[in-house]
């Protein structure tokens, strides 16, 4: 559907967009929402908008501070320069949680032209922090307000939501908790939903009909954004309801506290809650395999061999991967990742600063590389290839070895011939 086809040729949209804003209100605890985002990070960008054309209609021009905890995502504090304000970062504690203290100062100390806070919840650690009501309750009385970054909403629905921690604007990522396909720049859906006083200023189209009455300019070109993509959302909650919703949002957790459960001894878990619990991801330390010469890329490098995808590499805290189940992986898939897990580990173990030639430091294993009529490796192509027997039923080939990760990103390779050598002699 054209995004400018007149609105009543679009009826079936219209009723499904409109159902979709309703249901995103209602599980995030909000009055309204806008489906114009393309992507959470574009979110961020809008619901800072939205704050700040709200202080501006209050009069307070002024306020352009956004304090931003450290442990946040790398969007939070782009987004908030993108939008005109002035970040201040605020420190975490040794256990990885806000430091209320210091959020504390630093809101008293500005609060003359505090904007917002921006806080992810559960946190980027992967945590239900404790004090996220009296962390809201801070920013409101020194005049700021609160911006909840929504992508960890898997944690969340039908538990609890943003209204009820006290959050005044949040996005959602459709594709991270709404059953959007995506990775590989796939399409994003990032809608805001937001409090009361905030509704007036709703992002409008210049075309089309929509938004606030003192709504902020479009956000992106389409009045509702991807509404291709909304459809899948639309379905999966329709579908679902409140009861499935909530079973998801229980297996998420159950998921990953399983898998924290299984690798304990094989794997240190970064930050818990207070009660020992993750909530739908947790952080893996392997910073100590260092000492075996082993970095978090060839633990990454090797899950290929074992047929895995890696999880999350270095983000949010440099040499861990963190890991995030989701509701949608049986327990036999759960156990094949720990099984893989546990066994990399005994490779760790094995493995030395002085021998450089182990499965870790190799991986992945190419098909060229083991049908070559030539081996020298100081282990066997079994151990490369086949090193659990679950491999053997369903062997994914990793196609190339190793690439320079960093090397691709700062040098622009073409690999197309130039034009010149179409030309016909
Ligand atoms: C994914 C993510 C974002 C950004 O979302 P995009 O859709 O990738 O722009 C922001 N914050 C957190 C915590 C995220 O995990």
């Not at 574009?42 to 009069?59: P, W």
Request: proline fraction near 6%.
């Amino acid at each position: 559907m054209h995004p400018f086809v007149p609105v009543e040729q679009a009826e079936g949209y219209q009723q499904v967009l409109k159902k979709l804003e309703k249901q995103l209100t209602e599980i995030t605890g909000f009055a309204a929402t806008s489906l114009q985002p393309n992507s959470g990070a574009q979110g961020e960008f809008a619901g800072l908008m939205v704050i700040r054309k709200y202080h501006e209609s209050r009069g307070d021009h002024h306020r352009n501070i956004c304090l931003i905890p450290s442990s946040a995502h790398g969007t939070n504090p782009a987004s908030a320069v993108m939008a005109g304000m002035k970040v201040v970062v605020t420190k975490a504690n040794e256990d990885g949680n806000i430091d209320v203290d210091d959020l504390r100062e630093k809101a008293e100390k500005y609060k003359d032209n505090l904007s917002a806070l921006m806080v992810t919840y559960p946190s980027t650690h992967g945590v239900y922090e404790s004090a996220i009501r009296e962390i809201t309750k801070i920013i409101h009385e020194n005049g700021g307000q609160v911006y909840m970054d929504g992508a960890n909403m898997n944690a969340q629905v039908a538990l609890t939501n943003p209204g009820a921690i006290g959050a005044d604007v949040c996005h959602l990522n459709l594709h991270k908790t709404f059953a959007i396909p995506h990775g590989g720049g796939g399409p994003g859906v990032g809608p805001i939903c937001l409090a009361k006083q905030l509704v007036p200023f709703l992002p409008k189209n210049p075309l089309i009909d929509t938004g606030g009455k003192d709504g902020i300019n479009a956000i992106s070109a389409a009045p509702w954004g991807s509404s291709l993509v909304c459809l899948i959302s639309y379905a999966y909650i329709t579908m679902l309801g409140e009861n499935g919703l909530k079973k998801s949002t229980q297996y998420a957790i159950l998921n990953a506290n399983y898998i924290k459960e299984r690798l304990k001894g094989y794997y240190e878990t970064l930050y818990t809650g207070e009660r020992g619990r993750a909530a739908h991801e947790m952080i893996l330390d392997c910073r100590p395999f260092k000492e075996h010469g082993i970095e978090v890329v060839d633990i990454a490098k090797r899950l290929m061999d074992y047929g895995f995808h890696a999880p999350t590499v270095s983000f949010p805290v440099a040499g861990t991967v963190m890991v995030e189940p989701t509701e949608s992986e049986s327990k036999e898939e759960l156990d094949r990742f720990c099984d893989a897990m546990i066994s990399i580990r005994k490779e760790i173990d094995e493995a030395s600063k002085d021998e450089p030639d182990n499965p870790l430091k190799n991986a992945p294993h190419t098909q060229a590389m083991l049908t070559s009529d030539t081996w020298d490796l100081p282990y066997t192509r079994k151990q490369a290839a086949f090193p659990l027997p679950y491999i053997q039923e369903n062997k994914f080939w990793p196609t190339v070895r190793r690439v320079d990760d960093a090397y691709g990103d700062r040098n622009l390779i073409c690999t197309c011939d130039p034009i010149e050598a179409y030309m016909e002699a």
